[in-house]
């Protein structure tokens, strides 16, 4: 893998091609993300960058991080709020590690910015999705209901849970109710639509994994195939 970055999901909307036909796509402010340490095999067994992504306050900060923050050089800043105001680093809420073929090519206090992707590119999505609490087994996995006519004793229930008295119990993975969503997805072979530099966005066509200000993390897709 030899691109990657952290984004923040901004939301949905549509915008015309180059052959003026609408497409949906999802606005992702994408880094700019620091080089906080590179790691190599020599020192630690394998070659990555490690990267830390958006604002966070300096008193949300514990110390081993703000150790490690320090090390890599992150600035502090203060944000005037009002009245009020309050010290944060430039960047550290999330820190993530890539594991960079050409990881020797970075250093530390490098940026990787929304010019790694151009329009065209090919990527995977990975995002916490949406957490929509318990649901039963119809919603959560689309199980088909029963007749919903007077007298009718099977409306939305998932079915027959086992096979009488062989083999006599429900067998793990059964398809039941439960809590559905807030688990990591990624969704795979998503293109690139457009790519502004100025302001870091990317726009990806289609849908990505997560609710707005969700973090997203982009990598170069695995697949070797284009979407049709």
Do not use: W
Request: with cysteine.
């Amino acid at each position: 893998m030899k691109k990657a970055i952290l984004a923040t999901k901004v939301g949905m909307t549509q915008i015309f091609n180059e052959a003026g036909v609408l497409v949906p796509v999802t606005v992702l402010q994408a880094g700019p993300c620091v080089i906080t340490q590179v790691k190599t095999e020599e020192n630690d067994g394998y070659n990555s960058v490690q990267v830390a992504y958006g604002q966070i306050r300096t008193k949300l900060v514990n110390k081993a991080r703000a150790g490690h923050l320090a090390k890599a050089g992150v600035e502090k800043t203060v944000i005037k709020k009002g009245e009020s105001q309050r010290e944060v680093y430039t960047t550290g809420r999330f820190i993530r590690e890539f594991r960079f073929e050409n990881a020797a090519d970075y250093a530390v206090k490098d940026e990787i910015k929304a010019d790694i992707f151009a329009a065209g590119d090919m990527i995977d999505a990975s995002a916490i999705s949406k957490g929509k609490g318990f649901q039963g087994a119809i919603k959560r996995f689309g199980s088909t209901r029963g007749p919903m006519s007077h007298g009718s004793k099977f409306h939305r229930h998932h079915g027959s849970n086992g096979s009488s008295s062989d083999p006599s119990h429900v067998f793990k993975g059964k398809k039941m109710p439960g809590h559905m969503g807030a688990k990591k997805v990624t969704t795979q072979n998503l293109e690139i639509v457009r790519v502004d530099l100025e302001n870091n966005l990317i726009l990806v066509k289609g849908a990505v994994p997560g609710a707005k200000k969700a973090l997203v993390t982009l990598k170069e897709t695995v697949k070797a195939g284009k979407q049709s």
